[in-house]
């Protein structure tokens, strides 16, 4: 079977993909017009050559954020973005794994101050730091850049000077010393090469876009360079290793790099290595195979793997359609888009805590990891630029404004690691459910959940970020807002100097203000996303209206201010048999008296929390919709332990620690 399966994988790949990708084209089969083998394989796998994009990305530099995404981002930098170097120094600041503690054949375990999860997972702990430090930079480097803290934004250039020192004469820039990188046939099954690269890199990038450091251009470039003529093309197998685990194959997702590389320098070399990664990780049995090509295709399973890394993969799984033309990758792509909507809650929070298992998507016995809901909001955003298909955006907001917020302590600096639509306690466990033997630790709130991970804290400091870079996207009749909030674009089209500042409390109010300024006369396109929960919007200029854009084309002059304002409507929907509410875009929930359990202190104002309800009652939808009063919701709810309907304030899902968000048809 496994040798069917490969030459199945390899006839698929030899063809390429269509830049769009279509929303009912679902393949139920596919038989190869030819048997390949190993001798003709590399001859017939190659990339169509440059491929231009839906759409271009807005350097980091160009975009400002402003009002309550600037507030944000201050909160963090004061908070655990700006600290978790000094609430987990042993995993941050002693371990110097890219430089002088570098990875040998040596190391047999680590102590990262977490529950042990068993022998199976001693081997991975090695290259755990890597990721909690780089992921962490990655973050603290884009908000500190983005919230023009010079304070820390010189810490972050000292960073930079020594990460930059540890590269090696030949390129490698990495975590593993010589006698193990690239060699890990025996080393006990685990590789952590690419995946220490993708994370490191991510965060390099950032930085040469705030600041256009060329030297760090070059040593990201000589960094993967390294790579490719270590792991040849079509001539090793980066994922072929006795055992697989977590960063094998988080390691899928260094096409990030080379997607960002190709990009900069239109170099079709980076795309054909990343399809060549993508049909290698194809073609072997690896413990995450949901992204699979034959699994897709053949299996039509239910997604089972652990979730942060089912979502990331989408996004190799997308550049490899790009980098061929095969509508048999199409085809994939979109049955596995269908397959992430069936796991993925009211809220935009896809299962994952921390494994799928073939679960679907359950409001109150189905959690979503934090590190899933930013990279599946990570590869929402890249299906948008290179698709066009601008609808995508809706499930980004979704993620971000209800999901992710909904995850985050209101008030306090803390996360959750793991959290649920309907959320009746935080003590550790799923509301109310206990595994025998296992003590669940991941539902509460913490600065760093050092006892499980510190994985998703840093992710928490990147979804904000980066969020605020795809804000706005560039085509080539000019600007499209695509994502909505208080933001500065400063750019050049057709060799002039565009500001256009976006003045809004987004999503708490549905008013939005663009000042285009224009110092000489200039004729572009600007396109306002159509949010798919609107219905009816007032604005203050001529306009022309598609499916998914209100566009103003023109050419500007001076100073143009254009008001538009999205009229507000409560909507209720129905879920599983119960009812849930929005109100633009913003999923409100009531909330639930809980008692505060303080626990871990890791350094001054820095605490884990635990919540219990007080008085708990779950309530019924009673037949009447929710109403709009002095900017509050309020909601008339049957009480069925005191057998009477209550009127009860809904609040929108962030403002929330213990909640209940969906409601029972009485």
Not at 81 to 97: C, F, N, T, Y
Not at 200 to 211: C, M, V
Not at 400 to 412: C, I, M
Request: hydrophobic residues 35%; proline residues 3%; charged residues 25%.
């Amino acid at each position: 079977m496994t040798r069917i399966k490969n030459f199945i994988v390899a006839g698929l790949l030899v063809f390429g993909v269509d830049a769009a990708v279509g929303q009912n084209d679902r393949m139920e089969a596919y038989t190869p017009a030819r048997k390949l083998n190993k001798a003709n394989l590399a001859s017939t796998l190659t990339v169509i050559g440059q491929k231009e994009y839906a759409f271009t990305r807005i350097p980091l530099n160009e975009i400002k954020p402003t009002g309550a995404l600037l507030d944000r981002l201050r909160v963090d930098l004061n908070g655990f973005v700006g600290h978790l170097d000094a609430l987990v120094p042993d995993l941050i600041v002693k371990d110097d794994i890219y430089g002088k503690d570098r990875l040998t054949k040596k190391h047999r375990s680590k102590n990262l101050g977490n529950s042990p999860e068993g022998a199976e997972w001693e081997v991975q702990y090695l290259w755990w730091n890597s990721e909690t430090q780089s992921n962490w930079w990655d973050g603290y480097i884009r908000n500190a850049f983005f919230a023009g803290d010079k304070t820390h934004i010189e810490k972050i250039k000292k960073y930079v000077a020594k990460i930059l020192s540890t590269q090696d004469e030949d390129g490698y820039l990495g975590i593993y010393d010589e006698d193990l990188r690239y060699k890990f046939d025996t080393a006990n099954g685990e590789n952590g090469e690419l995946w220490s690269k993708a994370t490191l890199y991510r965060g390099l990038i950032a930085y040469y876009e705030f600041t256009g450091d060329t030297n760090v251009f070059e040593a990201v470039r000589r960094g993967v360079d390294n790579v490719m003529e270590n792991y040849r093309i079509n001539a090793s197998h980066p994922f072929g290793v006795k055992k697989s685990s977590a960063g094998l194959c988080h390691g899928l997702v260094f096409t990030d790099i080379l997607d960002w590389l190709y990009q900069q320098t239109g170099k079709s070399t980076y795309l054909d290595y990343a399809l060549f990664l993508y049909k290698d990780y194809s073609s072997h049995e690896l413990s995450e195979p949901d992204i699979q090509l034959y699994n897709i295709l053949y299996l039509k399973d239910d997604l089972k793997g652990h979730g942060v890394h089912t979502y990331e993969h989408i996004r190799p799984l997308l550049l490899a359609c790009y980098a061929s033309d095969s509508p048999e990758l199409k085809a994939a792509l979109q049955i596995y888009l269908d397959k992430i909507k069936e796991v993925t809650t009211v809220t935009g929070g896809a299962v994952g805590d921390e494994w799928i298992f073939g679960r679907k998507a359950d409001m109150t016995n189905t959690g979503y990891e934090y590190c899933s809901l930013h990279e599946l909001l990570d590869s929402y955003t890249e299906i948008v630029k290179k698709t066009g298909d601008v609808r995508y955006a809706d499930d980004i907001e979704n993620t971000f404004f209800n999901a992710a917020a909904g995850a985050r302590h209101p008030k306090k600096s803390a996360i959750a690691y793991c959290k649920t639509d309907n959320s009746y306690q935080m003590t550790g466990g799923l509301n109310f459910s206990f595994a025998p033997n296992h003590k669940q630790t991941r539902y509460k709130y913490s600065p760093a959940h050092q006892d499980v991970a510190v994985c998703c804290v840093p992710n928490a400091g990147r979804i904000t970020p980066y969020y605020i870079q795809n804000m706005w996207l560039r085509d080539k009749d000019g600007f499209v807002a695509l994502l909505f909030g208080g933001c500065e674009l400063n750019t050049i089209f057709d060799n002039k100097k565009i500001s256009i500042k976006e003045t809004t409390d987004y999503p708490a109010t549905s008013k939005i203000t663009f000042d285009i300024s224009v110092a000489t006369p200039v004729s572009f396109a600007l396109k306002i996303r159509k949010p798919s929960w609107m219905k009816e919007f007032i604005i203050n200029s001529a306009y022309k209206e598609t499916e998914n854009y209100i566009i103003l084309e023109k050419k500007w002059a001076g100073d143009t201010s254009i008001v538009i304002e999205w009229l507000p409507e409560i909507k209720k929907h129905l879920v599983n048999d119960e009812v849930y509410f929005t109100c633009n875009g913003q999923v409100l929930s009531l909330p639930i008296a809980a008692a505060e359990i303080p626990q871990r202190t890791y350094i001054e104002g820095f605490q884990d929390f635990e919540y219990i309800p007080q008085n708990f009652t779950l309530f019924e939808y009673a037949g009447e919709m929710p109403v709009l009063e002095n900017g509050r919701f309020f909601a008339n709810l049957y009480n069925s332990v005191w057998q009477k309907v209550e009127k009860k304030e809904l609040k929108p899902i962030g403002q929330t620690v213990l909640r209940q968000t969906t409601f029972k048809i009485k």
